[in-house]
């Protein structure tokens, strides 16, 4: 009962920001992402009859705190499903996500241990069903299991049975790419979680910011239907912004913000004048992802590096959705 599976990160281009329920992990807001080659988690599982409880190892190192609780709760989740609750289950992932990149890990991570995981118990399930689950490791997780762009739709049921991903357009629909610009590694002082939790309860802005997201995504995805990468770009740059003013007006306020995330902002915003198509996008950090097309890539990946405070440029393509090896 052995299973190993890939799965890609993603970027937001609409943000999933706020829950409705954090125990199920059942977001506020439809969100939006492309599904990018360059980062990604493998990760086998073995469930096996001698075991007494679960093991976990990442690049090799044993996972003990509360990295292996999520883990082990989420396998006890899939056990659950599949009626198997006694069995427990040995687990070895590599990331390929550069830590200091600012692409959450927790993306192609919990995709692979769920793809993995239903594999190695043969669950006979289809990639909705697998989202679903999937979305209770981690929100973001859940559009990680197709590739291209794909949507996040928040559903309405309570038990969040129709709250997963659906595919929008596959990888190889456009090549459009995206810069990771790397800033800094330290530890965030607010957690996503909390600074999610802290907006929806706080921030006068937060209502507004939902209420304008329908209208986002329905642009957005005729912007993707047409190839419209200025489209496309203004929107995700524009999302992004909104979602961040929700978190300066929160009680008491916050930033993910470095003075470095601000020069990259305004570099980009002056390559765009300068002729250079190119949109920012940033989730809850301060590391930048900057969108463009692949005749600009050496001129922007250039300017970018020279900016003070840059550490690295890290460029991707649309990537696949979940594989297995």
């Known amino acids: 009962m052995k299973a ?17 329920d954090e125990s199920l992990i059942l977001p506020m807001n439809n969100s939006l992402s492309l599904t990018l080659d360059g980062f990604y988690t493998t990760t086998t599982v073995e469930f096996k009859p001698d075991l007494t409880d679960d093991c976990f190892y990442l690049d090799d190192e044993a996972v003990v705190d509360t990295q292996y609780d999520r883990v082990s709760n989420f396998l006890k989740l899939i056990r659950n499903y599949a009626g198997k609750d006694n069995l427990f289950a040995e687990v070895h992932s590599t990331n390929h996500v550069p830590t200091a990149a600012g692409f959450a890990s927790s993306a192609s991570g919990f995709a692979a241990l769920a793809a993995a995981a239903a594999r190695a118990l043969n669950l006979n399930i289809d990639d909705k069903t697998l989202s679903t689950l999937t979305r209770q490791g981690s929100g973001s997780a859940c559009r ?13 049921q309570a038990d969040g049975s ?24 330290n530890a965030k002082k607010v957690l996503s979680r909390e ?27 005729d912007g993707i239907k047409n190839k419209d990468f200025e489209k496309v770009g203004a929107i995700a ?25 601000m020069a990259v902002m305004h570099a980009v915003q002056e390559l765009r004048e300068s002729g250079i198509s190119a949109y920012f996008t940033i989730d809850a950090g301060p590391n930048v992802k900057v969108l463009y097309l692949p005749g600009d890539e050496n001129t922007l990946k250039q300017s970018l590096r020279e900016i003070p405070g840059v550490h690295d440029v890290i460029v991707s393509k649309a990537g696949q959705g979940i594989s297995y090896l």
Not at 4 to 20: F, P, S, V
Not at 144 to 156: A, L, Q, T
Not at 207 to 216: E, L, M
Request: hydrophobic share 40%; aromatic share 12%; net charge neutral.
């Open 144 to 156: 990680s299991i197709y590739g291209g762009f794909v949507e996040w739709e928040k559903g309405e």
């Open 237 to 261: 740059e524009m999302n992004c912004l909104k979602m961040h003013a929700t978190t300066l007006a929160a009680n008491p306020p916050f930033s993910y913000w470095h003075d470095t995330t």
């Open 162 to 185: 129709d709250s997963h991903a659906v595919p929008i357009a596959p990888a190889n629909h456009w090549d459009i790419r995206v810069a990771a610009v790397v800033l800094s590694s």
């Open 4 to 20: 190993t599976a890939k799965a890609h990160t993603n970027i937001a281009l609409i943000k999933y920001w706020g829950k409705r």
């Open 195 to 221: 600074g999610m939790k802290r907006t929806v309860e706080t921030s006068p802005f937060y209502s507004s910011w939902v209420d304008s997201i329908p209208n986002d995504l329905n642009q957005i995805k």
